[in-house]
């Protein structure tokens, strides 16, 4: 019998690119789509068969395997900055995309669909641990499209079983240090190296939960392997609340002589989140993260 295989969409990017070579590691045969708007080549793992296309048109799916496993969905433009430069071309990226990609999860007898959702689907929050039963109200188009795919897979959970990731912050080796309006901790890393200097959009007050790469793909890997019904939402960020500030002092301590200056806010940035994330320790198992220290210390460690 043949083994079908996982797809992982977004295998070019940051995120897709490390759970796709944790599979590989895990065994596990592996197809990979991404249209290479943001990510990079080099970035795919040489032992997966690679698709190019854009998952937004149809004919895409056309290039993909007639049957596969299950597919974990990282496709998607992922800056909430840039999604207000073209709204249209940002709902196509992510949320047409996703809409296709169930269609297309039903017609290869797909198991499940695990989705790379976002916080940005919740928006202002209280400053207290966020739960997945809070009522999510967007302020960025990123966020909208990411809770209108959320939906759609809902309408659609009883054809496709799915799970979203609602991911926090996450950083770490592998992300894109040339794109300067996505990843907070990428971007004031980046200046930090490149220029000693960091320019900090918004107020050095609010607060985030920063999740090292590592727990992301651990999470996909059990997502992965996991048997789903319905359509699930997890939080996945560490439940830590970490400020802006406190993010430039470690930043500072480890890269000695580091300025900082304050600018104007992005629109629709976020004041301030942190998870709650009981959810993912009861449905996944998932409980330990690796401080924020002890990943910043090994990103800057990579890039040096
Ligand atoms: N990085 C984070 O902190 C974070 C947090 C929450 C959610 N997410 C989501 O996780 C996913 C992966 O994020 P990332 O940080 O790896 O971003 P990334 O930009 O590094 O990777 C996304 C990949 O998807 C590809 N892509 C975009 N639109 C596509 C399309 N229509 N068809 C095919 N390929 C397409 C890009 O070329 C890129 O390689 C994204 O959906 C993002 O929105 C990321």
Not at 49 to 78: C, M
Not at 165 to 183: A, H, I
């Amino acid at each position: 019998m043949t083994v079908r295989p996982i797809l992982v969409t977004g295998v070019a990017g940051f995120i897709g690119s490390h759970v796709a070579r944790r599979l590989v590691a895990d065994g596990a045969k592996v197809v990979g789509v991404d249209d290479l708007s943001m990510g990079h080549r080099t970035n795919i793992p040489s032992e997966i068969d690679f698709v190019k296309g854009d998952l937004s048109e149809s004919s895409t799916y056309d290039k993909l395997p007639s049957q596969v496993d299950h597919i974990l969905h990282l496709a998607g433009q992922s800056s909430g900055e840039i999604s207000f430069d073209d709204p249209v071309a940002d709902l196509e990226k992510n949320t047409v995309s996703t809409l296709r990609m169930v269609d297309y999860a039903t017609r290869a007898s797909a198991s499940k669909l695990i989705y790379a959702s976002s916080m940005s689907v919740y928006g202002d929050v209280p400053d207290s641990a966020i739960a997945e039963d809070q009522v999510p109200r967007p302020l960025s188009c990123y966020g909208v499209g990411k809770l209108a795919a959320e939906q759609y897979l809902k309408i659609f959970a009883k054809k496709m079983p799915s799970l979203s990731f609602r991911m926090f912050n996450v950083y770490g080796p592998g992300q894109d240090m040339t794109n300067l309006r996505q990843g907070m901790i990428s971007i004031y890393v980046a200046q930090a190296l490149a220029n000693n200097h960091i320019v900090v959009k918004g107020s050095f007050d609010r607060f985030r939960d920063f999740v090292y790469i590592d727990d992301v793909v651990d999470a996909w890997q059990l997502a992965s392997q996991a048997s789903l019904q319905g359509a699930q939402v997890l939080n996945l960020g560490t439940g830590v609340r970490t400020t802006v500030r406190d993010v430039l002092d470690m930043i500072v301590a480890a890269l000695p002589g580091v300025t900082v200056e304050q600018t104007d806010p992005t629109p629709g940035d976020q004041t301030g989140i942190y998870c709650d994330n009981t959810r993912l320790a009861s449905v996944l198992g998932k409980k330990t993260f690796v401080p924020l220290g002890d990943g910043l210390k090994r990103f800057v460690s990579f890039l040096r």
